[in-house]
T-cell receptor, first 116, second 113 residues
Framework: EAQVTQNPRYLITVTGKKLTVTCSQNMNHEYMSWYRQDPGLGLRQIYYSMNVEVTDKGDVPEGYKVSRKEKRNFPLILESPSPNQTSLYFC???????????????FGPGTRLTVL | KQEVTQIPAALSVPEGENLVLNCSFTDSAIYNLQWFRQDPGKGLTSLLLIQSSQREQTSGRLNASLDKSSGRSTLYIAASQPGDSATYLCAVRIKAAGNKLTFGGGTRVLVKP
């Protein structure tokens, strides 16, 4: 089944304890992205990757790191989590760009992170 | 900066009534617009994708229209069912921002039996 998977789905941690949220897609998509969703603020992009070894900042990158060593994986790293990073996180992927038309994005199930 | 607005924020209708959900955006230079459904505590399910060159897309009971010049899209859900209760989000991909989606705040829909 074509899908985007995230792990863990739920995580409670403490301030300053490094964590990684994994994201994997099995659709051979080139583009991958991370979003966070907060009440009243909606979904905002954290980082994105156009292809392997190519990553760039989104709207709210502070406090996050990413890497794209393989096409299928795009982990989100919080080196020193803080309470303001408590949020619902989504990973997304989409097929290669065809001309000027960007294809639809597929989202993972989300990771609910609580930082105490 | 692109801004996407969805009004109303919440909507309640009796079963069987048609749903009309609105989405407006400020920058008409978009590549496409995507409608999603989100159930409480769950991920986003893509419903329809409309390319900038298209006027509408249809899938089953769902129909989405796009008017780029006025910066509007409308999602119609015919003959609503309780299972349609969810939050509906629209998102646009603009030409100046690569493949990033800019989301609206969503419309929370409740279909009463």
């Amino acid at each position: 089944e074509a899908q985007v998977t995230q792990n863990p789905r739920y995580l409670i941690t403490v301030t300053g304890k490094k964590l990684t949220v994994t994201c994997s897609q099995n659709m051979n998509h080139e583009y991958m992205s991370w979003y966070r969703q907060d009440p009243g603020l909606g979904l905002r992009q954290i980082y994105y990757s156009m292809n392997v070894e190519v990553t760039d900042k989104g709207d709210v990158p502070e406090g996050y790191k990413v890497s794209r060593k393989e096409k299928r994986n795009f982990p989100l790293i919080l080196e020193s989590p803080s309470p303001n990073q408590t949020s619902l996180y989504f990973c997304a992927s989409s097929p290669p760009v065809l001309g000027l038309a960007y294809n639809e994005q597929f989202f993972g199930p989300g990771t609910r992170l609580t930082v105490l | 900066k692109q801004e996407v607005t969805q009004i109303p924020a919440a909507l309640s209708v009796p079963e069987g009534e048609n749903l009309v959900l609105n989405c407006s955006f400020t920058d008409s230079a978009i590549y496409n617009l995507q409608w999603f459904r989100q159930d409480p505590g769950k991920g986003l399910t893509s419903l329809l994708l409309i390319q900038s060159s298209q006027r509408e897309q249809t899938s089953g009971r769902l129909n989405a229209s796009l008017d780029k010049s006025s910066g509007r899209s409308t999602l119609y859900i015919a003959a609503s069912q309780p299972g349609d209760s969810a939050t509906y989000l629209c998102a646009v991909r603009i030409k100046a921002a690569g493949n990033k989606l800019t989301f609206g705040g969503g419309t929370r829909v409740l279909v009463k039996p």
